[in-house]
Structure formats: structure tokens, C-alpha cells
């Protein structure tokens, strides 16, 4: 059936796939035999386990998770069962890539009870041939899925500056190159610098200066250790490095910054 609302679609199926009950272990975990579809494939997941990989790329299945798989794309399952699944065919690919290029292969939903209750109306009214129904069900199911992965890539981004923001603060003494930051957090270098730049208003390598410098104040404020040892201890590359960076900051010398607050208080 045909449906005209935004976007030209046919839907050629949609149904509910029960579990095989069955203690076979290689039944339920034996894969589906690889395919590339021709169709727009959507499909959750009512209960956990095994995996599916797309496009070489393997997702473990969790109780409503949901698989969008494009024509072209390669695909095969373990525990392929208890699913609700629909496949349709989009007509005008140019309006469709506008309202939904963002959907993922793969989406882990925090909260499914919308999505658990759209797909059975959306299968009854396949079935009973409702098209304006089916169509609008669709139109929002696809539209709930999009929203959804936008905040979590939203969310997503802000715990990961949080967590690099962390693991700086965490080993500030450390040599952590942009690089070798990216590598910890499996991001790509550019990634992770304008992310960060874009939450904090500073570069990673920015933020691990001022954490170093504000660790030597507090050294420099409560303790008799030498500007050697604040320089080691802060991860500087040695005191004449440090003493450069102290001094563009505070306009001074560790020393001389050490003379004028030695009998300052600092809140710890």
C-alpha cells in the first residue's frame, strides 16, 4: 500500500515475530545468514541477548532496542526472535535523506513505552489496511526514534567532556597529548577538541595547564617544597618551563608569588 503524507512510502510488511521456545542453544544463537536488503527495514527488540551486525559492525540486543537498516547495507542476527519488525519502500529518496538521515542503524532507547505501544497499531492497521493510520503512526514512530537519538548524541556529549574533563583532572601530571586523550576516550583528535572547546570554552591542552598551575599555587601556598619539586610533581617539563607558564599567568615568579603569600590562608 501507498501512503502521500510528506513522503511517498509503500510499507510491503509489518508483523510481530514471536520467540522459538526452544533449549537448543545453537538454534537461538546460530546466525541468520548474511543479506543486503533492498528495503528499509525497522525493527525492535522485546527482550535481551545475542547481537546483530551491520555493515561489519556488531550491537549486543537489548530489550527495546531498535535496528534501521538501509537498501544496501549488510546484515545477519544472532537470536534473531521476538520482534517487531516492518519493511517499506521510500519513492522520493530526496525528501526522505531531509527528515531521516539522522536515524542510526542502531538505537538503545532508555525508555520504549511510546515505541512498545506504536508498533502493534501500526502492524493492526497494516493488517486492516487503514493507510492514513498506518502512515501516521509511522510518520511519528520514525520521527520519536530521531528525536530520542538526538538527545542522547546531545547527552552523550556533554558525559564525555565531563569524563576527559575528569581524567585530566585525575592525572594533570601526566604528558596527555590531544592525541593520546582521543585514544583513551576512542574519539577522533578534532572530535574531541572542539567538543570540549565547545562545553568548557577551552582546549583540552588549555585545561590541563590551568588544572597544573592551580595545583603549583597550592604548592607554592602550603608547602616548602623547592620550584624544582612543584615543577616535577605538577608535570611540567622542567622549572624553567614552569617558571615561563606561571609567570604569562600571574604575572610573577613562582618565587616571588610564594613571597608575597606565604602567610595567605587557603581554603583546601
Avoid at 525497522?42 to 537498516?69: C, E, H
Avoid at 534473531?80 to 535523506?97: L, P, R
Wanted: aromatic share 12%; glycine share 2%; hydrophobic share 35%.
Amino acid at each position: 500500500m501507498s501512503y502521500s503524507i510528506g513522503i511517498d512510502m509503500e510499507i510491503t510488511k509489518a508483523a510481530y515475530v514471536p520467540h522459538v521456545q526452544t533449549n537448543n542453544f545453537f538454534n537461538i544463537c546460530n546466525p541468520t545468514q548474511k543479506r543486503i536488503p533492498q528495503r528499509y527495514e525497522l525493527v525492535m527488540f522485546l527482550k535481551s541477548g545475542g547481537a546483530t551486525v551491520i555493515n561489519g559492525k556488531r550491537y549486543p540486543i537489548t530489550a527495546g532496542s531498535i535496528r534501521f537498516i538501509r537498501p544496501g547495507d549488510e546484515v545477519y542476527s544472532y537470536r534473531y526472535e521476538d520482534i517487531y519488525m516492518m519493511h517499506f519502500i521510500v519513492k522520493n529518496q530526496e525528501q526522505w535523506v531531509k527528515a531521516f538521515a539522522p536515524i542510526p542503524s542502531f538505537i538503545s532507547l532508555p525508555d520504549v513505552e511510546t515505541e512498545l505501544s506504536l508498533f502493534p497499531k501500526l502492524i493492526a492497521a497494516f493488517i486492516e489496511q487503514k493507510e492514513f493510520e498506518c502512515m501516521s503512526i509511522l510518520w511519528l514512530l520514525l520521527s520519536r526514534i530521531k528525536a530520542q537519538h538526538k538527545t542522547q548524541r546531545r547527552n552523550n556529549t556533554a558525559a564525555t567532556t565531563y569524563q576527559i574533563k575528569k581524567y585530566i583532572d585525575e592525572n594533570y601530571s601526566e604528558q596527555l597529548t590531544l592525541e593520546k586523550i582521543s585514544q583513551k576516550f576512542h574519539m577522533h583528535p578534532v572530535h574531541v577538541q572542539r567538543k570540549f572547546k565547545k562545553e568548557l570554552g577551552i582546549s583540552p591542552c588549555e585545561y590541563q595547564k590551568k588544572v597544573r598551575l592551580a595545583k603549583a599555587v597550592i604548592f607554592l601556598r602550603t608547602t616548602d617544597l623547592s620550584i624544582e619539586e612543584i615543577s616535577e610533581l605538577c608535570g611540567f617539563s622542567n622549572a624553567s618551563h614552569f617558571i615561563s607558564v606561571f609567570k604569562t599567568s600571574e604575572q610573577m615568579t613562582p618565587l616571588q608569588y610564594r613571597q608575597k603569600n606565604n602567610n595567605s590562608d587557603i581554603l583546601l
